[in-house]
């Protein structure tokens, strides 16, 4: 490899390192005011989308415990402990791809907040790579608390009803730091695809889910929640 190649691939990579920091180290103090996924939907809508009024941002301390463990309950179970990516889940992942299935089950949350903060959507390798590279990078500045509280913030929960906060005032007409139990667990059942699951019009399917979600839930415990400190 020529001397002029090797230059420029360390600057290449110095650029994209001291970029990647400049860009999510400020996000530890800063609450983001537009987001990655929020700008594809207004962009390019899909059906059903609306654009709805913006709820205002709610700190963690003033997000329902529930729904805390909701998300962790069913979205990433090993959340308090990983360090932004879910080794053993990546493995099943990429052994899936080498076999020709599509890639599924290896997204943490902190994955899944990068993805919705910085990146676009799709499954290529690129993409997974860089956002394997961010959730490191993220673990390590902002914390599992600040990466939850983004998450809840800026997460989609129905058409354009992006955040917590706004969920809880669409769906049931309070605050996000009343949801109960099962209120969270609906809501954190559709998440998998908020346009084919509706918390105000919950299929078989959904239910299922809640179900299996407040299982997973009692089992955990709020204590769980502690973990993260």
């Known amino acids: 490899m020529g001397k002029r190649l090797k230059k420029w691939i360390f600057k290449t990579l110095l650029f994209f390192g001291v970029m990647s920091v400049v860009l999510t180290f400020p996000l530890k103090y800063i609450n983001p005011i537009v987001w990655s996924w929020q700008l594809q939907r207004e962009w390019f809508p899909p059906e059903q989308y609306r654009q709805y009024t913006k709820a205002n941002w709610v700190n963690l301390d003033k997000i329902s415990p529930y729904m805390q463990l909701a998300v962790i309950a069913?979205?990433?179970?090993?959340?308090?402990?990983?360090?932004?990516?879910?080794?053993?889940?990546?493995?099943?992942?990429?052994?899936?791809m080498i076999s020709g299935e599509r890639f599924r089950g290896a997204?943490?949350?902190?994955?899944?907040?990068?993805?919705?903060?910085?990146l676009w959507s799709g499954q290529d390798i690129f993409r997974k790579a860089i956002e394997a590279y961010l959730s490191l990078l993220v673990e390590f500045e902002w914390g599992k608390k600040r990466i939850l509280e983004i998450y809840l913030n800026i997460v989609e929960f129905g058409p354009g009803i992006y955040g917590v906060q706004a969920a809880s005032q669409h769906y049931y007409g309070i605050s996000a730091n009343r949801l109960s139990m099962s209120q969270a667990a609906r809501l954190a059942a559709v998440l998998p695809n908020p346009y084919k699951f509706h918390v105000?019009?919950?299929?078989?399917?959904?239910?299922?889910?809640?179900?299996?979600?407040?299982?997973?839930?009692?089992?955990?415990g709020l204590g769980y929640l502690k973990k993260m400190d």
């Open 74 to 96: 069913s979205e990433d179970q090993r959340f308090p402990t990983h360090h932004g990516i879910d080794f053993v889940s990546t493995q099943k992942a990429v052994a899936d």
């Open 107 to 118: 997204s943490t949350l902190t994955q899944q907040t990068v993805k919705n903060l910085f």
């Open 200 to 220: 105000d019009r919950p299929t078989p399917y959904v239910w299922q889910r809640v179900d299996w979600i407040e299982t997973q839930m009692n089992q955990l």
